[in-house]
């Protein structure tokens, strides 16, 4: 059994927690928290399971670490604090553990990673001989291994193109929804997220990977965007009120550009209402989906829906990626020490999984 660690409990970790208790080859030894309210509560509790686990959680992530865990499921989030996530994670890899997380997106591409995010992460890889693998849904498995996958049943492949298409009124995330997104915020305030080269340091590396994976060369990566604003006032459940007038959805793009066309796709269509932008892509059921289209002979489309925690797409999502990522873990401690992406690590079947009863 090899020993891992849950840092972070909140929308990843909950789902971090119930993953590595139900892996047949990790056994959950510690959880590491930021919130003083939820030290020494048990991580079964944390987890939304109904029972404990028997492993209370602590906010000394020195202590942890010094104890020399196999693995560390990283789930803290990196969206509003990319340096504090990057100290976390280092640490845990110079403690020589693997680690695993979604939160650091620029190392998702750890080959195009600017220098400040790769080269500390090397640097701990050599003082401790741990790993590291980042990795999502969207960026993530929507755009890498599920893509290349399908392209692979065409005869020919004229484009590929990626979705996400989400209601994120289920996000329950103010932080990044309403200020890296720039939902219910004025429309003539730029939100971060779509600033100029934001959309390609998030996603530009799952266009360069799925480039490399089909042996083409890109030209450049090109960004556009589109915005629309509320025409009422909405109330969602999970993160208050949205005022009329204020952004509603925004659409935009990451385009890997082949010989002067948009060959390689990313699109991201998201709403905090269903009632904007009706003209846009919309879901199946209007909450959320990811989506791929390979145009080529024959066309392939494919659209995936995840639910979780009473039906929650958001929470499927994210039960998805923490899926993508601690089953990976025991093929990285076999692995040899290093920087690893989604084109190095197999995504396998759920082997010793299959009828075992849910936590």
């Given at each position: 059994m090899i020993p891992t660690v849950v840092w972070g409990t909140g929308n990843v970790g909950r789902a971090a927690i119930r993953a590595v208790e139900a892996h047949p080859a990790l056994v959950l030894t510690a959880v590491i928290v930021h919130n003083p309210g939820k030290v020494g509560r048990d991580a079964g509790e944390l987890a939304g399971l109904d029972r404990r686990l028997g492993v209370a959680a602590t906010d000394d992530a020195t202590a942890v670490l010094a104890a020399r865990p196999a693995a560390v499921v990283y789930a803290a989030s990196g969206d509003v604090r990319p340096d504090d996530a990057l100290t976390d994670i280092t640490r845990a890899i110079a403690a020589g553990a693997v680690v695993?997380?979604?939160?650091?997106?620029?190392?998702?591409?750890?080959?195009?990673?600017?220098?400040?995010?790769?080269d500390p992460v090397l640097a701990a890889v050599a003082e401790g001989g741990g790993s590291l693998f980042a990795s999502g849904v969207d960026p993530g498995w929507g755009n890498d291994v599920l893509p290349l996958l399908l392209s692979g049943l065409g005869s020919t492949v004229d484009a590929i193109r990626c979705q996400e298409i989400f209601d994120y009124s289920t996000y329950d995330q103010p932080d990044s929804v309403r200020h890296l997104v720039g939902m219910g915020q004025p429309m003539d305030q730029e939100p971060m997220m779509l600033m100029p080269s934001v959309p390609t340091m998030v996603w530009g590396g799952q266009v360069r990977m799925m480039a490399r994976a089909l042996g083409v060369e890109l030209d450049e990566i090109r960004e556009t965007s589109e915005r629309r604003a509320l025409d009422a006032t909405v109330t969602t459940r999970t993160m208050g009120e949205f005022e009329a007038g204020t952004q509603g959805a925004i659409r935009f793009e990451v385009q890997g550009i082949v010989e002067g066309e948009p060959r390689i796709v990313i699109e991201h269509v998201t709403r905090i209402h269903p009632s904007c932008a009706p003209d846009w892509p919309t879901p199946p059921d209007g909450s959320g989906a990811h989506r791929v289209v390979i145009e080529g002979r024959p066309r392939i489309e494919v659209t995936v829906e995840c639910t979780d925690e009473d039906d929650n797409r958001s929470a499927g999502g994210n039960a998805t990626a923490v899926g993508r990522l601690v089953g990976a873990i025991d093929w990285l401690v076999e692995a040899e020490p290093g920087l690893y992406d989604a084109l190095d690590v197999p995504l396998r079947p759920a082997v010793g999984k299959l009828g075992r009863k849910q936590p």
């Open positions: 695993v997380s979604p939160a650091l997106y620029p190392l998702y591409d750890h080959r195009g990673a600017p220098p400040e995010f790769r």
